[in-house]
């Protein structure tokens, strides 16, 4: 007992409310995957039905605890044009993730923009990919979704969930371990206790840095200015990335009339383009985008992001974890930062829930471990993948551009490679943890 503080007590406690965060909780609420599991909706059951999810649990449910500093605003689609600087390429496996915690209507009652073709291409050497879901089979590759939005159906999920609880606005002070829990002071005087610490809390993650845990972090030379804009023609079902010397170009569609522009160039560069005025902004895109983008109608808001490719030293302490940017960040440019961190939840929350139907310890060094082991040697290949990537088409030699453009039209041509990369993406097909893969309902 801390002073005059009250104690509550956790099941597990998750710092960050963001994508990862919420989607960790939604997923641990939700249940065991148990897939097609019979589902006894009579009063007698044993089982517990969370309304909306795929899974049920056979055993009393965790209690969750997350501990948010600072919710989006709540919004109507209907009156509310303004877009979301910050969106997100959501594979299908992140999607069915959604689906089966349940969060994945209040994404699309708000908004959400499938695309079915991705199309990649080399400015300086003319290689070019293009992919097509019906290369694959799926009806589309993914969907753009402004993060907020995200975020907010997940915080309408866990709102309905009555083992989950949300203490917003709060951050963590302080935590310390003892042999079979974790002791954590929050920012508004609440004292919890709980068996598993999650750290899903971004970036600068203060569980990370409260963990000890060190952070392998590299800055790119590139920034990423992100532009919401409003196009003369409706988008199409295609999203589309050109790669140049100082960075690429890259057009996500949203709603209607709307995309989202990515401009990855100097932090120089792009502070200049952010003091420009709007119009002389939408002259500059317009003048240095590639016609694929048509007209401008206006150009509603901009920012720019420093990015850097991070990994921390460790995804574990003891009775603690670390999930999404906490653990890592990737170079954005093929859209997979908040897919992998979608996929550290969904494996740990596999875990959890099958050591906890086992009665056993849920912040054990074994299960943390077990974590561990299955998403930092992954991760770290993306890392690594994006980063030569980045590398590949910075200023090269003609051998080198040669090289890369042979590549992207290799891929092209050769469906099996093409299939097999867009499966991987889109995480289609691939050993999934059961509450990435799609129910057969
Ligand atoms: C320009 C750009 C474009 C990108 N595009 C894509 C894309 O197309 N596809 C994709 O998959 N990824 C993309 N990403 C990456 C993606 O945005 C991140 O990977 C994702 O936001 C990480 O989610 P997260 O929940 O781990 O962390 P965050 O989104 O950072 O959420 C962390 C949450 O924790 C809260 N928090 C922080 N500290 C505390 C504390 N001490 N106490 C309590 N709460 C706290 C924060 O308020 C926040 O809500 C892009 C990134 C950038 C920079």
């Not at 598993?196 to 990423?224: E, N």
């Not at 099958?354 to 082991?373: A, F, H, M, P, V």
């Amino acid at each position: 007992m801390v002073g005059r503080e009250l104690i509550t007590s956790t099941d597990v406690a998750i710092v960050g409310g963001g994508m990862v965060g919420g989607l960790l909780a939604a997923a641990l609420a939700a249940g065991s995957p148990t897939r097609n599991s019979p589902v006894n909706h009579g009063a007698s059951s044993t089982h517990t039905i969370n309304a909306d999810s795929a899974f049920a649990t056979t055993t009393k449910p965790l209690s969750v605890c997350v501990i948010e500093n600072h919710f989006p605003d709540a919004f109507n689609p209907g009156d509310d044009p303004s877009y979301d600087l910050r969106v997100s390429a959501l594979s299908i496996a992140s999607q069915n993730m959604l689906v089966n915690v349940g969060a994945w209507q209040g994404v699309l009652a708000r908004r959400a923009c499938p695309y079915r073709r991705l199309s990649a291409w080399d400015h300086e050497g003319g290689g070019r990919t293009d992919f097509d879901a019906n290369d694959i089979d799926q009806d589309f590759l993914g969907h753009i979704i402004e993060n907020r939005v995200i975020q907010l159906a997940l915080l309408d999920r866990l709102k309905k969930l009555s083992n989950v609880s949300v203490i917003s606005p709060a951050r963590i002070e302080h935590y310390s371990t003892q042999a079979d829990t974790v002791q954590l002071s929050l920012s508004d005087g609440q004292v919890l206790q709980t068996r598993l610490l999650v750290g899903a809390d971004g970036a600068a993650s203060s569980v990370r840095k409260m963990a000890g845990i060190a952070l392998h972090k590299s800055p790119y030379d590139q920034h990423a200015l992100v532009a919401s804009v409003e196009t003369e023609l409706a988008q199409q079902d295609i999203t589309w990335q050109r790669f140049l010397p100082a960075g690429p170009q890259a057009m996500l569609p949203l709603c209607g009339k709307r995309a989202s522009l990515v401009w990855y160039d100097s932090k120089e560069h792009c502070e200049q383009r952010l003091a420009l005025s709007d119009e002389d902004f939408k002259q500059a895109v317009q003048s240095a985008f590639p016609a694929d983008l048509g007209g401008l109608d206006k150009v509603v808001g901009r920012s720019a992001f420093p990015i850097a490719k991070a990994h921390s030293e460790s995804y574990i302490a003891p009775r603690v974890a670390l999930v999404g940017d906490a653990a890592h960040t990737v170079h954005p440019l093929a859209g997979q930062g908040v897919n992998l961190g979608l996929m550290d939840a969904a494996i740990l929350a596999d875990l959890i829930l099958s050591t906890k139907d086992k009665n056993r310890d849920i912040g054990s060094q074994q299960l943390l471990r077990r974590y561990e082991r299955s998403r930092r040697f992954e991760n770290q290949l993306a890392i690594t993948a994006l980063d030569t990537i980045y590398k590949a088409f910075q200023p090269q030699p003609d051998i080198v551009k040669q090289g890369r453009s042979l590549s992207l039209n290799t891929v092209n041509a050769f469906s099996p490679l093409k299939s097999l990369l867009m499966r991987y993406a889109s995480g289609v097909g691939r050993d999934l943890p059961s509450f990435a893969m799609a129910q057969k309902r």
